[in-house]
């Protein structure tokens, strides 16, 4: 017996589906627990605490630009150990190929690290 194969447009209207599916279900679940739930206003419930304790210092504080630079060498770093992870799984099934993909991919990060170095970010202010 020969099974009949889904083509583009019925994998379309599956997506479509699911995808509508999944918003009815939230849509569904958030009515539920606003329907069910109780709001009671409290004085002190919108306002920061700490431990319990209400806070002395503003909650909004602003951090100084110069941490952007140490925020951005950072993800730099993160992605590269993201990256290398699956990278080291599959070198040995690609071999040179993937070798020379990971050079390249490190020798772009390694021109972001100087660019920052460059620029003063991993100067110590």
Known sequence: ???????????????????LACVGVVAGLYGFARAIGRTRPEPGKDVPA??????????????????????LLFL???MEMAFMYPWAVVYKQ????????MGVFLGILFLGLLYGWSQGALRRQ
């Open 1 to 19: 017996m020969k099974h009949p194969t889904m083509t583009t447009s019925d994998n379309g209207i599956v997506l479509l589906i699911l995808s």
């Open 50 to 71: 700490s431990a319990g304790q209400m806070s002395r210092d503003p909650v909004w504080v602003r951090y100084h630009a110069r941490y952007l630079g140490y925020a």
């Open 76 to 78: 730099a770093f993160d």
């Open 94 to 101: 690609e071999g040179v190929v993937a070798l020379l993909d």
